[in-house]
């Protein structure tokens, strides 16, 4: 019997969370480590990076 494998990439953030399998938009590298990211997560990433750097306007993402 064939298997097939399909490679699916998760929000840490959900997963560690509670453990909720939501599907990763954006991939945060930072030295070397890195998140995987749904849009929530992303977005409450971005707004807290951006505070962190003054960064006062939200950093535009190419899409
Ligand atoms: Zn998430």
Known sequence: ???KVIEQFICNACWNKNGTVVE????LTLGAREWDLCE???DRFG????EALD???PIAVSA
Do not use: D, S
């Open 40 to 42: 929530e997560h992303r």
């Open 24 to 27: 990763a938009v954006e991939r």
């Open 47 to 50: 707004k807290l990076l951006g």
């Open 55 to 57: 960064v006062v306007e």
């Open 1 to 3: 019997m064939a298997t």
